[in-house]
């Protein structure tokens, strides 16, 4: 009867001696990688935090830059309009200098 039972024993022994510490090593072990993989879960949400942060800084300073340019672009459009109309008084004047332009003289 206890010939039947001897590979369930070996079995158990095997396990026993093999598996258990094993298992126990294992076990010991998840705690620590729980908590570096915790502190790798925090450290890369304060990266987050900061990249949306830097971000929201970046779309600010480019709607100023686009609010200047707008300005500066409207500046150039006002002043290319004095500079055609100070053109077209100067060419009245030097058309009045030159004898032209006078009753059709």
Do not use: Y
Request: a positive charge; hydrophobic letters at 40%; glycine letters at 6%.
């Amino acid at each position: 009867m206890l010939n039947s039972h001897k590979p369930i024993f070996e079995s158990l022994f095997i396990f026993t001696l093999f598996l258990l510490p094993i298992t126990k090593v294992a076990s010991d072990e998840l705690p620590q990688q729980f908590n570096q993989l915790q502190t790798k879960m925090m450290e890369v949400n304060e990266k987050i935090v900061k990249l949306a942060s830097d971000q929201e800084s970046t779309a600010k300073s480019i709607s100023a830059l686009q609010t200047s340019l707008n300005t500066a672009h409207q500046e150039i459009s006002g002043l290319k309009i004095k500079q055609g109309q100070l053109v077209a008084a100067n060419t009245v004047t030097l058309r009045t200098a030159n004898g032209h332009g006078r009753g059709g003289h």
